[in-house]
C-alpha cells in the first residue's frame, strides 16, 4: 500500500465512464462531484465532446495531473482503462463497476488480472463492485449515493455500499458527520487494514467505525489495529454469525470453533471495539468521538424516575461498569441538599417534581465524589424542562471533564434540548440502557489503552524433531494422527506420561513392566476417534491383567470398525486424575485468522459444555493467563471446594507452546490435547489428536 493521501485530499480527479445518460452511474458521481468538490474534475468518454458543461477527454493518458481516477465502464473494459491510468501516473483508484470476484470464474480471473495491475503501476485501488470514496475536508463525494456526508472525525469503511448509502441518509437527521467514508467492495487492493493504518495517522479522524462481512488477513489485521487503538478507537459490525465448517471438524477444538469463534478472539486481540448492532456502532462512535475517558469503572446515576432508574442500574449489572459507592461526604451533602423524600443512595432519584436546578445540585456533589468515574443523567418530562436540564449537564460535564450521557425520555421535547447538549458532546438516548451501553464502551476503550501488547515467548524446542515426525505421516493413507503422535509433544517440551505403543500382548506386559503401578491401556488408531466411546481405553490396568486387557481392546475395536487401520495399542503410566483436573488445550486452523488456540476444561465433556476459550495465535503469557481467566470452571483450577490449586504456570506454558508449535508448522490443520492433566505439582498431556495437511509438508 502506498500513502493514501492523495485518495482523499486530490487536487483533480477523473470520471472514466462519465456520462450525461440520465439514471447512469457515471452521472451520479459527476454531479456528486460538482457538487461541492473544490478541485478539478476531468469527465472521460470517448463518446462525448463534454459531460455536464465540461469537456471530456477521450482517454485518462490524454489528461495531464489526475491524483484519482473514478472508474464506472462496462467490466470487460476496466482492466483495459487501469493500464491506461497506470500509464498516465494515476496511483489512487475506485473501481465502481462490479462483474469481478463476486459474479463467477470469469469475473474472478478479471478481478486477479486488476490485482497484477495495480501491483505492476504500484496503484492504490478501492474495490471493485463499490460505491465510491467520500472526504468531506475537500467536499469529495466520488460515489453515486443521493445523500453526501456531513462533516466531522468519523472515518468510516463499509463491505456493503447499500448499508453506507442507508447510514447517510440516517446519519444526516442525526446531525453525525465524518471524515471519511469508504466502500470496501471486493477488497482486491486495499482492505480494512490498508485503511485502520492510514486513518490511524489522521489528525482528523478521532474513530474509525467499520461494517465488515469478512477479514481476509486476520494476522495482519491484529497488529495494525493493535498500534491504531493505542490513539484512535475502533469499533466494528461484524455480519454473518456463522459456525460455518464446524460440523466437518474432527477435533474437539475444530468442532467447537468456528469462524464467529476466530472472529471474536481475533477483535478482542486487536484492540477493536465490537458493537452488536447498527445502533450500537453509532452509539458508541458519538460518545467516543464527543466524551473523555472515564478516570474509573464506576457510574453514579440520576434520575427523577424511580423505573427508568432500575432500568439504568440493570444495564449497568449487564455491563463492564461497577455502581459507584459514594463517599460518606457525598451521602452526606446529598442528605442536606435532596428532599426528604428522595433517594441519596445510587442511584440518585431526585424525585418526579425536580427541577433543573435540582438535578445540578446533585451532579455538582457525585462529579465531586472521587470514586465517579461517569455518570448518566436520566429524566423523563414530568416538571422539568428539558432545555434547561441541557444547560445543566452541558455546564457540569465541561466543569468537571467527567464523561456523561444523558437519557432524556421524551419524544419533541428531548429533540429540542438535544442541540444544547450536542455542544459539549454529550450523546442522549430515549433508552437509559443505550446510554450505560455507550459509557461502558468508553470503559473498555480505556482498557484497550492501557494494554502493553506482551510478545508471544519463543521456547527452545526440538523443530527438526517434530518436523520429521510430521514427514514420516506422509507414509500413511490418513492424515489423521492419535496418541501415536505424542512424541511431536515432546519434541516442544511438554510434558508427557511415560508410555509405548505395543503390537501384541507380550510387549505390552514388558511395557507394563517398565512403568511403576497400574497403567492406562488405549487403542491406537486414527480411525477411531472417540477411543472412550466403543471400550478403546481402560484405566488402572494390574500387571496381571496386561495380557487379556490387550486382547480385549484390539477385539472391541475389530468389531466396531473392521476396516480400521489399527497401529496397536499404548501402554501409559496413569495420571493422577484425583489430584489433577482434566483440561483440554487445542487448535483449528481458521481460513481468516489462522491457528486458532483453544483453553477450556477437558475430558468427555468438552463439547457438551462448551467452557472454553480462544485467542489467535501466536499466544503470549498474559494471553495465555487471560484465557485461564476467562473459563467459568477458573475456580476448579484455584483450589475450589477444598481442592489444592493447580499449577497454573505450567497450564500458561503448556498453551504457549501449542501456540509455537502450530505457528512453526501450518500443516498442522487441528490440534488436540485432551485430557491435559493439571495438578498442583505439573501438567502431563494424556491424548492427543491431529489433522494433518499431507500437501504442505
Known amino acids: 500500500m502506498g500513502n493514501l493521501e492523495t485518495l482523499f485530499s486530490p487536487e483533480r480527479v477523473a470520471v472514466i465512464g462519465a456520462t450525461e445518460s440520465e439514471g447512469a452511474v457515471g452521472r451520479s458521481v459527476m454531479e456528486n462531484l460538482l457538487?461541492?468538490?473544490?478541485?478539478?474534475v476531468v469527465p472521460i468518454n470517448p463518446n462525448a465532446d463534454e459531460v455536464?458543461?465540461?469537456?471530456?477527454?477521450?482517454?485518462?493518458?490524454?489528461?495531464?495531473?489526475?491524483?484519482?481516477?473514478?472508474?464506472?465502464?462496462?467490466?470487460?473494459?476496466?482492466?483495459?482503462?487501469?493500464?491506461?491510468?497506470g500509464e498516465a501516473g494515476v496511483r489512487d483508484v475506485a473501481v465502481i463497476t462490479a462483474g469481478f470476484g463476486e459474479s463467477g470464474s470469469e469475473g474472478a480471473a478479471r478481478e486477479q488480472e486488476m490485482q497484477e495491475?495495480?501491483?505492476?503501476?504500484?496503484?492504490n485501488l478501492v474495490g471493485p463492485n463499490c460505491l465510491g470514496v467520500i472526504s468531506t475536508p475537500v467536499g469529495m463525494n466520488a460515489t453515486?449515493?443521493?445523500k453526501s456526508a456531513l462533516s466531522g472525525s468519523i472515518s468510516f469503511m463499509s463491505q456493503s455500499g447499500a448499508f453506507i448509502s442507508a447510514v447517510l441518509d440516517w446519519s444526516s437527521d442525526h446531525n453525525i458527520g465524518f471524515k471519511d467514508v469508504v466502500s470496501l467492495g471486493n477488497k482486491a487492493v486495499l482492505d480494512e487494514g490498508d485503511f485502520i493504518e492510514y486513518w490511524g495517522d489522521d489528525p482528523n479522524t478521532d474513530v474509525i467505525l467499520g461494517y465488515l462481512e469478512d477479514i481476509e488477513n486476520g494476522r495482519e489485521f491484529i497488529e495494525?489495529?493493535?498500534?491504531?487503538?493505542?490513539?484512535?478507537p475502533i469499533v466494528v459490525v461484524k455480519s454473518g454469525r456463522t459456525?460455518?465448517?464446524?460440523?466437518?471438524?474432527?477435533?474437539?477444538?475444530?468442532?467447537?470453533?468456528?469462524?464467529?469463534?476466530?472472529?471474536?478472539?481475533g477483535l478482542q486481540q486487536a484492540g477493536v471495539i465490537r458493537a452488536e448492532s447498527v445502533q450500537e456502532l453509532f452509539d458508541y462512535a458519538s460518545i467516543l468521538e464527543g466524551q473523555p475517558l472515564p478516570e474509573s469503572d464506576e457510574i453514579a446515576i440520576v434520575t427523577n424516575a424511580g423505573?427508568?432508574?432500575?432500568m439504568s442500574t440493570d444495564a449497568v449489572g449487564d455491563s463492564g461498569l461497577q455502581m459507584a459507592s459514594f463517599a460518606d461526604e457525598t451521602l452526606e451533602a446529598l442528605e442536606e441538599s435532596m428532599p426528604d423524600e428522595a433517594n441519596i443512595f445510587n442511584p440518585v432519584d431526585v424525585l418526579g417534581d425536580a427541577p433543573a436546578d435540582r438535578y445540578e445540585q446533585a451532579l455538582d456533589i457525585v462529579l465531586d465524589d472521587p470514586n465517579v468515574g461517569s455518570a448518566i443523567v436520566v429524566a423523563s418530562p414530568q416538571s422539568i424542562d428539558f432545555r434547561d436540564l441541557a444547560d445543566v449537564i452541558a455546564e457540569k460535564q465541561q466543569e468537571y471533564g467527567a464523561p456523561i450521557a444523558a437519557s432524556l425520555m421524551g419524544g419533541e421535547t428531548a429533540r429540542n434540548a438535544k442541540d444544547i447538549i450536542d455542544e459539549v458532546g454529550v450523546p442522549t438516548y430515549f433508552d437509559p440502557a443505550r446510554g450505560v451501553k455507550s459509557l461502558d464502551a468508553l470503559r473498555e476503550y480505556s482498557e484497550i489503552k492501557s494494554i502493553d501488547y506482551d510478545v508471544a515467548s519463543d521456547f527452545d524446542v526440538d523443530r527438526e524433531r517434530a518436523r520429521e515426525i510430521l514427514e514420516r505421516t506422509k507414509e500413511r493413507e490418513t492424515n489423521k494422527l492419535g496418541i501415536e503422535a505424542m512424541d511431536l509433544l515432546d519434541a516442544y517440551g511438554i510434558p508427557t506420561p511415560d508410555s509405548a505403543i505395543v503390537t501384541d500382548k507380550q510387549a505390552a506386559v514388558e511395557a507394563a513392566k517398565d512403568i511403576e503401578g497400574n497403567v492406562v491401556m488405549k487403542i491406537v488408531s486414527p480411525d477411531i476417534l472417540h477411543k472412550s466411546d466403543i471400550g478403546g481405553v481402560e484405566v488402572n490396568v494390574s500387571a496381571d491383567e496386561v495380557a487379556s486387557t490387550y486382547d480385549n481392546i484390539i477385539s472391541r475395536a475389530r468389531n466396531y470398525q473392521p476396516d480400521a487401520n489399527i497401529l496397536g495399542v499404548q501402554v501409559q503410566e496413569m495420571a493422577n486424575l484425583d489430584a489433577g483436573t482434566e483440561t483440554i488445550v487445542g487448535m483449528n486452523r481458521d481460513p481468516q485468522f489462522g491457528p486458532l488456540v483453544m483453553f477450556g476444561l477437558g475430558g468427555i465433556f468438552v463439547e457438551v459444555l462448551e467452557d472454553a476459550t480462544f485467542r489467535v495465535a501466536p499466544v503470549s503469557e498474559d494471553e495465555a493467563g487471560e484465557m485461564i481467566d476467562e473459563i467459568d470452571s477458573a475456580p476448579l483450577l484455584r483450589g475450589a471446594r477444598g481442592r489444592d490449586p493447580v499449577d497454573e504456570d505450567g497450564v500458561i506454558e503448556t498453551i504457549q507452546r501449542i501456540s509455537q508449535?502450530?505457528?512453526d508448522f501450518p500443516q498442522i490443520l487441528e490440534l488436540d490435547i485432551n485430557p491435559l492433566v493439571a495438578t498442583p505439582d505439573g501438567v502431563e498431556a494424556v491424548d492427543i489428536r491431529a489433522t494433518i495437511d499431507h500437501e504442505e509438508l
Open 35 to 40: 457538487d461541492g468538490y473544490e478541485g478539478d
Open 52 to 85: 455536464l458543461g465540461l469537456e471530456a477527454s477521450d482517454s485518462i493518458t490524454d489528461v495531464d495531473g489526475v491524483d484519482f481516477a473514478v472508474v464506472v465502464v462496462p467490466p470487460q473494459i476496466v482492466n483495459g482503462v487501469l493500464e491506461e491510468a
Open 117 to 123: 495491475i495495480a501491483e505492476e503501476y504500484d496503484m
Open 144 to 146: 453515486f449515493t443521493t
Open 224 to 232: 495494525s489495529a493493535r498500534k491504531v487503538t493505542q490513539d484512535t
Open 243 to 265: 459456525e460455518a465448517g464446524a460440523s466437518a471438524a474432527s477435533s474437539h477444538t475444530g468442532a467447537i470453533a468456528g469462524s464467529e469463534r476466530a472472529y471474536e478472539a
Open 307 to 310: 423505573g427508568p432508574g432500575v
Open 661 to 663: 508449535l502450530v505457528t
